[in-house]
C-alpha cells in the first residue's frame, strides 16, 4: 500500500487495515552502521495506529502482521507503536525488538515481554518531522530521537540502549508500517545510510553512482506505478460519487461519537501549547525546590558563623577580639543578605508559577526550549553563589587566621531577576494576544 512521491514516500495511508513497507535491493555489507530516518506520522485521531518500524534483518522482509512486515525475522526492528494494546498507557513508544528469525511478536503486550530496550515519546502530529538516528557500532545499538517541537537537525535526545547486541553481518535496511481499526499517515521523507569505520583504519572507497539504465528502468517503473495509481483514483470517484470532498464519513464506525475521535487543528495546536506549559510548569517546582534548599544550607551557615562570633568574643580579650568580631558581624550581614536576594528570586519564581497555572491560554510549545534554557542559566548563577558561600565559610571556620569579609558574590549584571520576569510575562501576554488576534 506504500505510496511514493518525489519528496516522500508515504508508506500507508489513513485508511484503515493498510499494510506497506520499502526495502533495500541489496544486502549491506557494512560491519559497522548508522541510519539517519525523517518520518511523520499524522493523523485526525487523538490516537493512533498501528504505528511505524525501521528494519535492518538478514533477508528482505514480506508483508506481514509486525507493522506491516513479516514475523520471525532475524535481526532488529526499531518499533514506533503508537496503538496501546496492553492498556498500561505507555504509548506512543519506542521499542527495541531483536529475533532470531525463531519468534513471534508479542503484540498484545505491546512487545514488552521481549523489548532490549525501549523509551516513551510522543511522535505523532508534531510540528516538524521527527528524526531518528541508530547507531551499531562494536556490539552495541544506539537510539537517539527529535522529538519534532523544532527545526534543529542535530537536536537529538537519548531513548534507548543496548550492549552486547550480535546482529547479522550482511543484511537489507527497511521501513515498513500498518493501519488497523484506527488510522494514521506514516510518510517518510528520508533515509540515510552510513558505513562506520574504526579510528585508524582506511575509509573504503564508495559505491559506484547508479548506471543510467538502472535509473531509467527506476524511472519508468515510477511512472508507470503513478499511472495506474491515477486510473485507481478516477475508478473510484465514478464507483463513489457521493463521497467525493468528503473523506471524514468513513472512519470509525464503532466509536460512539466523532467529536471523541478527531481532533481540529486548532485542538491540536492547544494541546501542543498545553504540553509545553507543563514542561514549564515542572521546571518551575524543581527550581523552587533547590531554592528551597540553598535556603536551609544558607540557614545552617549563619547559624555556625554566629556561634564562632559567640566563642572568639568570649574567648579573645582586648581590641583584637573586638576587630573579629567587627569583622564577623560584617560576614553576617553579607550572608543576610545574600539571603534576603535569594528569598527574592524564590518570591518571584512562586509568582511566575502562580501564573502559570492559572493562565487559560499558555504561551506556544515551541517557547520551551528557551525558557528552559533561562532557567538552565539562573541554576548555573544558584550554583555560583553557593559555592561562593561554600568557601566563605571554610575560610572563615579556622581560628588561627584573621578573619576578613569577603566581598558580596557578584550577581549577572547584564539582566536583573525581576527584568527577565517581567520580560517572560510581557512576552507571554503579547503571543496569547496574537493567538487570539488570529
Known sequence: ??????????ITT??????????TKTKSIFEYWEVEVTFRVTGRGRIGADGL?????????????????????????????SFDNDGKKNNPG??????????LYDHQNDGSTQALASCQR?????????????TYYQKTLTVLINNGFTPDKEDYEFCAKVEDMVLPSQGYFGISAATGGLADDHDV????TFQLTEPGKEAPTPDAEIPQKDKEKYQEEF????????????????????????????????????????????????RQIFEGQNRIHLEIKQLNRQLDMILDEQRRYVSAVTEEI???????PGQHGQASQEEMERVVKTQEEVIRQVNEMRNSMADTLRLISGAQHPGAAAGVYETTQHFNDIKEHLHVVKRDIEHLVQRNMPSSEKSKCPDLPPFPSCLSTIHFFIFVAVQTVLFIGYIMYR
Open 1 to 10: 500500500d506504500a505510496i511514493p512521491s518525489a519528496d516522500q514516500i508515504r
Open 14 to 23: 489513513s485508511l484503515k487495515s493498510q499494510r506497506g513497507s520499502v526495502w
Open 53 to 81: 518500524a525501521i528494519w535492518f534483518t538478514e533477508e528482505q522482509g514480506l508483508e506481514g502482521p509486525v507493522f506491516g512486515a513479516a514475523d520471525k525475522w532475524n535481526g532488529v526492528g526499531i518499533f514506533f507503536d
Open 94 to 103: 519506542v521499542i527495541v525488538v531483536g529475533n532470531n528469525g525463531k519468534l
Open 122 to 134: 510522543d511522535f505523532r502530529n508534531k510540528p516538524y518531522p521527527v528524526r531518528v538516528k541508530i
Open 189 to 192: 521523507l528520508s533515509f540515510l
Open 223 to 270: 511512472e508507470h506505478f503513478q499511472q495506474e495509481l491515477d486510473k485507481k483514483k478516477e475508478e473510484f470517484q465514478k464507483e463513489h460519487p457521493d463521497v467525493q470532498g468528503q473523506p471524514g464519513k468513513t472512519t470509525c464506525p464503532f466509536l460512539s461519537s466523532a467529536d471523541d475521535v478527531f481532533e481540529t487543528v486548532s485542538d491540536r495546536e492547544l
Open 310 to 316: 559567640a566563642k572568639r568574643g568570649a574567648g579573645v
